[in-house]
């Protein structure tokens, strides 16, 4: 059984920063390109960064230079550091595993929920 089990989220005030983390059970970690989406209320579910074999990433034009995606294949684990958050930034943000030549193995997270407020 696949799962993904996020943790991290909360509220902060702009400016500050939040980490995801992303565990991930029931694949073999190394075959999928893992990443972090988002959606806010009343928009459409959105890339925020991916990470591929460890080591190459991807990165959402509007969080390039803030925020920054790892993974550690050790412990099946992505994470998401999130700096100089905006309340653009507001959102339910969740992991997302991909295989990288199957598409129909595709998993999500149930989702964390983000909140940037003063």
């Known amino acids: 059984q696949v799962q993904l089990v996020e943790s991290g989220g909360g509220l902060v005030q702009p400016g500050g920063s939040l980490r995801l983390s992303c565990a991930a059970s029931?694949?073999?970690?190394?075959?999928?390109?893992m990443g972090w989406y988002r959606q806010a209320p009343g928009m459409q579910r959105e890339l925020v960064a991916t990470i591929t074999d460890g080591l190459s990433t991807n990165y959402a034009e509007s969080v390039k230079g803030r925020f920054t995606i790892s993974s550690d294949n050790a412990k099946n684990t992505v994470t998401l550091q999130m700096n100089g958050l905006t309340p653009e930034d507001t959102a339910v943000y969740y992991c997302n595993a991909r295989h990288t030549l199957i598409v129909a193995r595709e998993y999500w997270g149930q989702g964390t929920q983000v909140t940037v407020s003063s």
């Open positions: 029931g694949i073999r970690y190394s075959s999928y390109v």
